[in-house]
Every structure is written in structure tokens, then in C-alpha cells.
């Protein structure tokens, strides 16, 4: 009898992230895992020498684990752990990185990956802000004009150092161009995933920014290039009518100064 068990869903998301890694959808999926469910670990303080660097192992699957056991002769308690909790083992201690299920000989299987400490953190960090402002209270329960939501933009710096943004667009039978902006991260998924929207915008570079609707009109910094475009479109992929989708400026211009 053992004291954990294994995730599947977060055995299936490491494995989509080694696959696919730089995917915003698929990291953002992976660090929501983390987040959702626990890793095995060491109950007692281990570190694995692998390549030079001391790391902290843990495990998302039976297999993984099993041929680890296989390999490692000291007597050792494997536990459930928050995957948080394992990072600041990584940070207090100044490990190198932490590894998933990788073995003490080197062997490597389609879940089994080292993330470093700086990267990891920096990575953690990143779409765990962008999670918490579109799941989180800053989201939840809010209007539209007041919520975050997931805006795709194509950002450059011009030749005075300003930062300069054009948005993805989707445009009506008769030209009109609206900014798509989405609420949830399946929502998102639908344009990101998309031959014709989403596969072109990650083939350039395009960058998911969190924002709010105000932003977009006036944002914080840098300047927004909204030549020809009229309003948003929210989670237009979800909307049986398109056209209840949308937001025209004028709207979005009425709800700021009414917060204002």
C-alpha cells in the first residue's frame, strides 16, 4: 500500500509541455497543472547528481517511479507534495533544477525533463500572474470593462525606444475589423489552435498579452496601432451570433468614463 497517487491530467500535461514547449496554450495548461495537482516526491531530503547539477526528483507517473525504485538503493518514503512546495525546497537549498521523472542512469521517457531553477521560476512566475488575473478575484465576478482578459498582439520597439503594438484582428462579411479578446483559456484555444488565426500568429511571433478592454485604447504604455479597427470581439468563437460578440469603441469609451 502506498501514501500518493499519480495525476493523469498532470502526467498528460508535462508530456504535451516537453512536445510542445513555447506553445502558449499547452505551457500556460501545464502550469495550471501544477498549480491543481500534487508530484510525487522524497519524503526525506535526496538529491539526484545528474549532468553536474544536484537535482530534486519527482514523479507524475507508476512507471516512472518504478524503474527509479529499481535504480536507487537508500531506503526512501515517497509522498504526495504541492509541486509549489517542491520549488521552494529548489530555491531555499540552491539546487540546480528540478527533474521530472528522470532516472539515476540517465534514461529519458516522453515525461521525463530537467527544468533549471532560473528558467522554471521566471516561467512559473509568468503564467502564474496571467492565471491569477483571468481566473483569479481580479476576474471573477467583474464586468467586462473591469475583468482581464487574453489579447493577441504583434509588439515591436521603434527607432525612439517606444514600444509599438498591432493587434490580431477578425474582420465581418463587409470589412469591419474587431480585436478578438478572450475571457477563458479554452475559449482562447479555439482561435490560438486555428489554421487560419492562431497558427500564422505563433509562426510571427505574436505576443498573448493580459490586459483589460480600457487598454487596449489606452494603455499604460507604449502606443496601440487601432487604424480601421471599430471595438472588440469577446470570445467570438463561443458566440452563436457573432454579432453579440462585439464592442464598438464608443461603448467601451462610455464604461471608462463612467468608472473614471
Do not use: C
Not at 30 to 42: M, N, P, R, S, T
Not at 62 to 84: C, G, H, I, S, Y
Not at 209 to 218: A, E, N, S, Y
Request: glycine share 4%; no cysteine; proline share 5%.
Amino acid at each position: 500500500m502506498t501514501d500518493y497517487q499519480f495525476s493523469p491530467e498532470l502526467d498528460e500535461r508535462l508530456r504535451s509541455f516537453i512536445a510542445d514547449s513555447g506553445n502558449f496554450v499547452t505551457d500556460i495548461g501545464f502550469v495550471h497543472a501544477l498549480h491543481a495537482y500534487a508530484v510525487v516526491g522524497i519524503a526525506e531530503p535526496f538529491v539526484l547528481p545528474i549532468e553536474d547539477k544536484n537535482v530534486i526528483p519527482v514523479f507524475t507517473s507508476a512507471d516512472a517511479l518504478t524503474d527509479f525504485k529499481k535504480r536507487v538503493t537508500e531506503p526512501l518514503t515517497f509522498v504526495n507534495q504541492p509541486f509549489m512546495t517542491v520549488v521552494d525546497h529548489l530555491l531555499s537549498q540552491e539546487f540546480d533544477a528540478i527533474a521530472f521523472n528522470l532516472q539515476p542512469t540517465g534514461q529519458d521517457a516522453s515525461n521525463a525533463i530537467m527544468l533549471g531553477r532560473s528558467d522554471l521560476v521566471a516561467f512559473l512566475n509568468y503564467y502564474t500572474d496571467v492565471l491569477n488575473k483571468l481566473l483569479g478575484s481580479a476576474s471573477e465576478g467583474k464586468s467586462q470593462i473591469e475583468r482581464y482578459y487574453l489579447m493577441p498582439a504583434f509588439v515591436r520597439t521603434t527607432a525612439d525606444g517606444e514600444t509599438a503594438r498591432i493587434f490580431a484582428t477578425l474582420s465581418k462579411p463587409n470589412g469591419d475589423s474587431f480585436v478578438p479578446v478572450f475571457s477563458n483559456i479554452l475559449s482562447f484555444a479555439k482561435w490560438y489552435n486555428h489554421a487560419d488565426f492562431g497558427i500564422p500568429f505563433q509562426e510571427h511571433d505574436g505576443l498573448v498579452l493580459i490586459w483589460q478592454l480600457r487598454d487596449i485604447q489606452h494603455p499604460s504604455t507604449g502606443v496601440n496601432d487601432l487604424e480601421d479597427v471599430l471595438g472588440v470581439a469577446v470570445d467570438p468563437f463561443d458566440a452563436v451570433d457573432y454579432e453579440k460578440s462585439v464592442m464598438l469603441w464608443d461603448v467601451l469609451n462610455i464604461s471608462n468614463e463612467t468608472d473614471d
